[in-house]
């Protein structure tokens, strides 16, 4: 099954082992060798992949929740396909993702369409009464598929919370709106960049003339605002997938959020993030009444004076859930390589946060 593998990683046509000069190489490896045919290489692969999925099956066993993603993939067929991909939390703590099945799109398809194609593959991997949520592109077909996937499910009542978390948005496709919008700001500096960088680089007569030719760059006004940006997108990122992580917690919402935002916009924002823990604290009683035992994701923490402003705030008492009591304590102090933090390995090793483990495996 070897040749298998390689033609499947190499994406390389089935044809393949009946080259003359593989052959060759082959033969000159091993007189014995004999030629494979393509059609035997299209059964192998087919094998392979059976076996794949029945190893897959058999641990998608042991999950209780998983989170599915779609996108659109074209071929070099210009064919064009939805790949339905999940995501879940295994026995070791390891976040897993897996490429469940690859859908074949019609250029004219409706929601209908993208709804039987996923409940289609959900009863055959047994996963629909596992789901936990869903993020797809941002159309209108998606849309409607969603919708009356979350109905059927709702109906068999297997929805956590109710689906009221069933349906979320691509991050990566609002954040990449976001993204531009603020990059649409200061596209000519971009440009004046990119075409200082390409100057640099054409040869090296360029780069012994760099100094000579500083003149050509953007002017200082210019990197103030690529450096302003690029400090707005740095704290972005860093708000992201931190209230679960034990060094900051809500902590660094508070802070960041004023550094972000408007004075007058912060404390709505801070709202909203509230309001969403408040979610949490009933997915805490789902969890109590289930006894779910599994798993989670690794968080990283970003850099600079977000991380730094931290350590200035001081724990909050009064507080009615397990969520609450874990995120309103005091946040935990790492070393200075705060880089290589693993917050998965430290919910691990803590034996306290058992039911906040139970709550991010449901998600």
Not at 262 to 269: G, I, K, V
Request: glycine share 4%; net charge negative.
């Amino acid at each position: 099954m070897v040749h298998a593998h390689m033609i499947m990683v190499h994406e390389l046509h089935f044809v393949f082992t009946e080259y003359e000069l593989f052959t060759l190489l082959m033969k000159t490896a091993s007189p014995y060798y004999v030629r494979i045919s393509r059609a035997t290489v299209k059964a192998d692969c087919w094998t392979c992949y059976e076996v794949e999925k029945k190893r897959l099956n058999g641990l998608l066993k042991t999950v209780d929740r998983i989170s599915i993603t779609t996108d659109m993939w074209k071929s070099g067929q210009k064919i064009q396909y939805m790949v339905l991909t999940a995501h879940f939390v295994d026995s070791n703590w390891n976040l897993q993702k897996r490429d469940l099945n690859f859908i074949d799109v019609p250029p004219l398809h409706s929601g209908v369409f993208v709804y039987d194609a996923l409940y289609k593959f959900l009863q055959d991997w047994v996963i629909e009464g596992k789901l936990c949520l869903i993020s797809v592109d941002n159309a209108s077909y998606n849309d409607a598929a969603v919708r009356m996937l979350k109905d059927s499910l709702s109906f068999h009542k297997r929805l956590s919370l109710n689906g009221k978390l069933f349906h979320v948005r691509c991050c990566a496709h609002i954040l990449n709106l976001l993204v531009h919008d603020g990059l649409s700001k200061i596209e000519d500096v971009i440009d004046n960049v990119r075409e200082s960088v390409k100057h640099i680089i054409a040869s090296t007569m360029h780069l012994t003339m760099f100094n000579a030719s500083y003149k050509y760059l953007p002017s200082d006004e210019d990197w103030v605002r690529v450096e302003d940006v690029c400090y707005f997108l740095a704290l972005f990122n860093d708000i992201t997938n931190i209230i679960l992580d034990p060094r900051s917690k809500m902590k660094l919402i508070d802070f960041s959020f004023y550094v972000i935002y408007f004075e007058e916009e912060a404390p709505r924002q801070i709202r909203i993030v509230h309001h969403t823990t408040n979610v949490g604290t009933s997915m805490e009683n789902d969890v109590q009444e289930s006894g779910v035992n599994n798993a989670s994701t690794t968080s990283r923490i970003g850099k600079g004076n977000v991380m730094n402003g931290r350590r200035s705030f001081e724990t909050v008492g009064n507080v009615k859930s397990k969520l609450d009591i874990d995120l309103e304590e005091g946040v935990f102090i790492c070393n200075e390589n705060y880089g290589d933090f693993d917050a998965l390995e430290w919910w691990k090793n803590s034996t306290i946060f058992m039911l906040k483990f139970n709550i991010h495996e449901h998600k």
